[in-house]
């Protein structure tokens, strides 16, 4: 698959879902998949940066895949509720430039450490 915008992926994930999933799982399922899944990207994270150590059963997993699949429930939630993310980023963006523009800079625990 070539390089697309997120509109085109909120398109293509509504085909897929019409195509193949048969329909959307309820708004409160999907928050539950979307749960699972980003317990699954925890579970990658915590044992490739944090302290835990993989077990057999954990290789399976790849992060990539597992943010993959968070997106992809991400845009299936948005897709049901008529949310438009494209719009929605860049309204978040907006409002990340305005209110936290010095926010960060001004935070002494974000300074480089020496």
Not at 71 to 94: H, P, S, W, Y
């Amino acid at each position: 698959m070539s390089e697309i915008t997120i509109r085109e992926y909120q398109d293509t994930v509504d085909n897929w879902i019409k195509d193949v999933g048969v329909r959307y799982y309820s708004e409160l399922t999907n928050l539950a998949e979307l749960v699972e899944e980003v317990g699954e990207v925890a579970r990658i994270m915590s044992r490739m940066y944090g302290d835990q150590s993989f077990k057999d059963s954990d290789r399976k997993y790849k992060l990539d895949e597992e943010l993959a699949d968070v997106f992809f429930v991400l845009v299936c939630i948005a897709n049901q509720t008529g949310i438009d993310l494209t719009e929605a980023v860049k309204r978040n963006m907006d409002k990340k430039y305005t209110r936290d523009k010095d926010r960060h800079k001004n935070n002494p625990k974000l300074q480089e450490k020496k």
